[in-house]
């Protein structure tokens, strides 16, 4: 039965992914540095985690037969303290090592998200030290760091755009900054990850990533910015 | 006979008797009254341990049915199933009731049920806390159930994120429904911490070492102090954030100096050590039965006791990791994703080790059998992608998607729900004394296996495609269209199967033939007894030579025992005794007389609930005269174990007596008593935590300026001080005078108006210098440390009230000491805390 449920798994998983895999909100079709390596770390642990799922299965499997002397200290000591030590080591470093690169180092350019039941208010930096406010899209430019400056005016949201970075929650009275990258321009779907109230569902943004050189020049005001 | 001596087993056993005459005169001691009555005063651990099984399954069928609801919505995009109100009810609730409703009340039962059995003893030491406990489940458990009927149900998520489950953005009762509910389901929680460790330590039968008891206890005994210290952290959050909304005082305010970071602390303090709390009992369970259906010894007995005791060390550490995403110090996040990653440790040495058990012996694929694989394969694959949450790069990924979903299902479902039937398939014999009906049972199994991982492992994949929980509709997302509808059609496939297996246990009880005695050949104690089991279990308790070892004798040693070989047979003085036993050795300490069959339980309890209803409707002044009646049964309680007159020694084999409890100095009470402190400790200790966040941690305003001037502070903190540490001195002389010289009336109303005047420089020091607590998070916490300090003051003073009643009615002699001693613990803990409280109060004095 099992085995005929992995057969299942291993045929049909990749045919779902596949037609899933290139969504607006899939953090599997990453499109900047910070979310390609998080997916990259994804594929690694599915594979490993994939091979010890089979080598315990295997395990328990081979334990259906004849009684044999078993070594307490090879289960308990061996497999149990110094196999799993080495392989959570080895998942440790991997981890802290993607984090490290993710993190917001030398400094970059600023913009701010202020979320609050439902609906998003972004500010940029504009042209000749004006400021811009949009309502609906965060606009960055392509291929540079942006630190997003994120805060909240009610309870709790999250900003999170999948394709480019992980998630950052706005909680008010404090301030989160996430660093997000665009590798080349387009428009990326972002939505609020924490639950939020009776508008969760829709409390959306886009972020659009220009091509650095119109940029500021191309973020349109407020007023400007299409209906949905 | 000294404390820690052990007779040798010979001198421990009594000349046979006829086993039908003891059973009727220990049946008619220790069975509940016939009828309606029995529902009503019923005290018994088999009895009650059933109630808390039976009633978290009939809840776990309610969280299912609303986790089909849930499904049937997300099965289309633009589910028109459910409003979004009702759909925010409905997972709220599915995920509250199958944590506090199902998980934690079923082990509960699962422990009450089986410890007393497996320990060879004929009761948890505590009878009437058993069921005040289950009382306080059901009563807490209907208000949530009918709030829910009448659409009012919590709706924030079962986590009840401040500030959405604020007064402001959370209006009406649905938050104070969750708050009150389950902090009033949570009494249950402590009260069967305090009895299991009780029961494990001092209650084994003579002989069996701490150190060689059943697993089953170890695991349980882990999960039970892991309560202790877990659910306290909730309860002060719960109740916090309570005070906020009826009371306006802003522990989560930001704009007023609170932190909604605060609440997910103590949140998450409890949730965490909260997944082990279920995973114990559940590991409990596979220790036990995979030894049995392998017809072997468990390997590593010592690697396993201190993996338990590892998880019950780490799991305290690692609650940050439901906080990856609300900007915590990079260091914080490495520290806490590397304790996240070493709680797998203990872990993964348990799973081999039962594999290895498993290699070692010759495992035989029955029934309870197929559950512990499926409890594997599942287990596994939810343990992996717990790892990999504990990553904090990928964390910030799949947080509160439907990956976290999905993981948190395989853990919880794996780890707990099917060690949980293969524990069920394994016990159903001894509870219903029946034999199974062949073939419905392996049905059963593979219809929810099939059904789990069609619903949840595509899951994964949903989320990792973007599905955030908690959404309603999807209408731009046709990508997660196909991946929910699998999800939706297979969760109904897993509803069939868990109807097959409800099916299967009631056909079971019905028509299943009647079981044989030790129908799987286990080697431990709770198979040692007729099936089903007397409501006393052992007409006589186990000698050492039956629970020597390892494991203990088994079924062979049911005779000897149900003829009264073995200790203290038999209910000859018409009590229910059981034997206490030293905490190491288990060496016979004294006999304790436990409380029959009473009405109180439920009495209080419902007293209880009568004030928590009073708080949900706001009615404040009425809930504080509703505390009236709590305290008079809680007086009656206690006065129910003031002995009529004096006890004689209890012979409990030839020629060795043993004294009862109210001759006795290590009591059963003493021992809970501790266990409660700790509790009560870890609350005070929480608290402390909430004052340093909000002061050193939180963002937001300055408070604002004391109002009172310092000296009068510093003069009612060190009067308060004075008093509390004038009283501390009493119960213990009075503890003196009562052995030399009589009743010490005064002296106990001395130490009474001693708590009474700390209580009035609280009082004063509360009004006059601290300020209005509504209007900064600091003052409001400080204000919320008095009135713990307070509090603990008051029940003081009532113990003091207490001994003033025994000494005058001349209870008090030499030897029977009555509540003294327990007043003096709690004395003590009152000016420990009370010490601390001054210090830190001063110190915010001083700082301003």
Known sequence: ?228 | MTENSMPPADHLANPPQPALRLHRELTRVWSNAPGIRGVFTAVNHSTIGLRFMCTALIFFGIGGLLAMLIRTQLATRKGAFLDTEIYNQIFTMHGSIMMFLFAIPMLEGLAMYLLPKMLGTRDMAFPRLSAFGYWCYLFGGLILIGALLMGVAPRDGWFMYTPLSGSTYSPGINADVWLLGVTFVEISALAAAVEITVTILRMRAPGMKLTQMPLFAWYILGAAVMMLAGFPPLILGSVLLEIERAFGWPFFDPERGGDPLLWQHLFWLFGHPEVYIIFLPAAGILSTVIPVLSRTRILGYGAIVASILGLVFLSFGLWVHHMFAVGIPHMALAFFSAASLLVAVPTAVQVFAWIGTMWKGRPQLKLPMLYILGFFFTFVMGGLTGVMLAIVPFNWQAHDTAFVTAHLHYVLIGGFVFPMMAGLAYWLPMISGRRRIKGLGELAFWTILVGFHGTFFIMHLTGLVGMPRRIDVYPDHPEWEMLNLVSSVFSFVMTFGFALFALDCILQAWLGKHARRDPWKAPTLDWAMALPPPAYNFASLPRPDMTGSEYAGGAEVALTLARGEGVLPGAPRGHREVLVTGIGHASPQHVAILPANTALPIQFAASIGVFVLMMLFGLYYVALAALLPVLWFAWRWARALVPAGSVPPVEIAPGLQLPTHYDSAATLTGSGLACFLFANGTFFASLIFGLAFITLVSPGPAPPPLEGQAAVSAMLIAGGLLAAALASLVPGRALKEVSEAGSPLRLIAFGLAANLAALAALAGLAIWQLGDPRVHAQTAVRAALLGYVALQLFITAIFAAFALDQARRGELAAGHLGALRHWNLWQGYTLAIGAISAAVIWAQVLSQ
């Open chain 1, 1 to 228: 039965m099992m085995s005929i449920l992995k057969r299942m798994a291993a045929v049909s998983v990749p045919l779902f992914a596949a037609q899933a895999c290139a969504a607006p909100l899939s953090t599997l079709d990453p499109a900047g540095p910070s979310a390609e390596a998080i997916a990259w770390l994804w594929w690694v642990f599915l594979a490993g985690a994939g091979g010890l799922t089979l080598f315990v299965m295997a395990l328990l499997a081979l334990s259906f037969g004849a009684p044999r002397a078993v070594s307490e200290r090879r289960w308990t000591w061996g497999l149990g303290v110094w196999f799993s030590l080495a392989i959570l080591s080895a998942m440790l470093v991997a981890g802290v090592a993607v984090g490290e690169r993710l993190l917001p180092r030398d400094t970059a350019l600023e913009v701010r998200a202020h979320a609050q039941q439902w609906s998003w208010t972004f500010t940029h930096p504009g042209p000749d030290g004006t400021v811009i406010e949009t309502g609906r899209d965060l606009h960055i430019p392509a291929g540079q760091p942006v630190d997003v400056r994120i805060t909240s005016a009610d309870v709790i949201h999250s900003f999170w755009v999948p394709r480019l970075a992980g998630k950052m929650d706005a909680i008010p009275g404090r301030e989160n900054v996430l660093r997000l990258q665009a590798a080349s321009p387009g428009i990326y779907e972002g939505r609020c990850a924490e639950f939020c109230g009776i508008g969760y569902a829709t409390h959306r943004f886009r972020v659009i990533a220009h091509d650095p050189a119109d940029w500021p020049a191309s973020v349109p005001a407020q007023a400007e910015e299409a209906p949905e």
